[in-house]
């Protein structure tokens, strides 16, 4: 045992995974193998850290900070949280924003803005989503702008007014509303 065995596990292909990514993700077989190539080019011992990740994503916003928004991402995308992204959960997340339909994209979105995974969105992360997506695209907004504007958009989706927003009443507010959609599907 060692690191020499862990590291040939983590990149090998394990055809059931692959079948159940395929079942749910609608990737075929062979498009999840030239995936699994890519990945393993990129990261060789088929880990993704955090820190290649935010690397890779920055590039798309070379003028903001997207530093943190990549930490919020990263931490859903890490599904079982060991520190880093595997093949199936980079695949799992390719998979929805190739082929996801709507709601599918806005689960994941959810997943993303639930950033301590209890099953709501509360004012806390609500704010803490808002200053990473401002950050990234480079913008600065006082805080009390910000603190006004979240508590608007939580209204519009908190529908039965219990101050937290559900995944029901995230992805119903974001097929309802436009800006809704505009700001928080991905
Ligand atoms: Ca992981
Ligand atoms: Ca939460
Ligand atoms: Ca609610």
């Keep these: ?22 079942n749910r993700t609608g990737l075929t077989k062979e498009q999840l193998y030239l995936m699994h190539k890519d990945f393993i080019k990129d990261c060789p011992n088929g880990k993704l850290t955090r820190r290649m990740f935010t ?3 920055s ?16 931490m859903a995308y890490d599904k079982d949280k060991n520190g ?5 959960e980079y695949a799992f997340v390719m998979g929805v924003i190739l082929n996801g339909d709507i709601e599918d994209k806005l689960k994941l979105a959810f997943d993303i803005y639930d950033y301590n995974d209890d099953g709501h969105i509360e004012k ?8 990473s997506i401002f950050e990234m695209y480079g913008d600065s907004l006082p805080e009390k ?11 519009k989706f908190d529908t039965d007014n ?25």
């Design 1 to 22: 045992m060692g690191n020499k065995q862990c590291n040939k596990l983590s990149i090998e292909l394990d055809d059931a995974r692959i079948k159940d990514i395929s």
């Design 55 to 57: 690397k890779f994503y």
């Design 59 to 74: 590039q798309f916003y070379p003028i903001g900070n997207s530093k943190s928004f990549c930490k919020i991402c990263f």
């Design 84 to 88: 880093y992204i595997d093949f199936y």
């Design 124 to 131: 806390r992360e609500a704010e803490k989503i808002f200053y």
């Design 145 to 155: 702008t910000i603190k006004n504007e979240v508590e608007r958009l939580m209204k």
């Design 162 to 186: 219990n101050g937290i927003i559900t995944e029901k009443e995230f992805i119903d507010g974001c097929l309802r509303d436009q800006e809704l959609r505009e700001i928080f599907a991905i």
